[in-house]
Nanobody
Framework: QVQLVESGGGLVQAGGSLRLSCAAS????????MGWFRQAPGKEREFVAA????????YYADSVKGRFTISRDNAKNTVYLQMNSLKPEDTAVYYC????????????WGQGTQVTVSS
């Protein structure tokens, strides 16, 4: 079992930046692919970014490419999402998730952190 706790959300003006953190506990952190997802009011949850266990491969939704950066520190069991040039359409609850390498679905989810971008 893996427990995930997100932090770092808040209210920011358009064009601003935020860094989200996701702290993992429980089973060994390293073999897991870590991802960030988001869900805006009235919309489906969508993929934002993912990173493999070594940090050598990262993946991004087209809507955030060039603005968001995912990274991880396995020594701290933490994954980060640096969000720059934020737009009002980035407003959502952001969720951290973990899955074992090779799995299609994410097995573990955090409780989410709210990000609100004002225009």
């Amino acid at each position: 079992q893996v427990q995930l706790v997100e932090s770092g959300g808040g209210l920011v003006q358009a064009g601003g930046s935020l860094r989200l953190s996701c702290a993992a506990s429980g089973r060994t952190f390293s073999p897991y692919v870590m991802g960030w997802f988001r869900q805006a009011p009235g919309k489906e949850r969508e993929f934002v970014a993912a990173i493999n266990w070594s940090g050598s491969s990262t993946y991004y939704a087209d809507s955030v490419k060039g603005r968001f950066t995912i990274s991880r520190d396995n020594a701290k069991n933490t994954v980060y999402l640096q969000m720059n040039s934020l737009k009002p359409e980035d407003t959502a609850v952001y969720y951290c998730a973990a899955k074992k390498e090779g799995n299609l679905k994410y097995d573990y989810w955090g409780q989410g952190t709210q990000v609100t971008v004002s225009s």
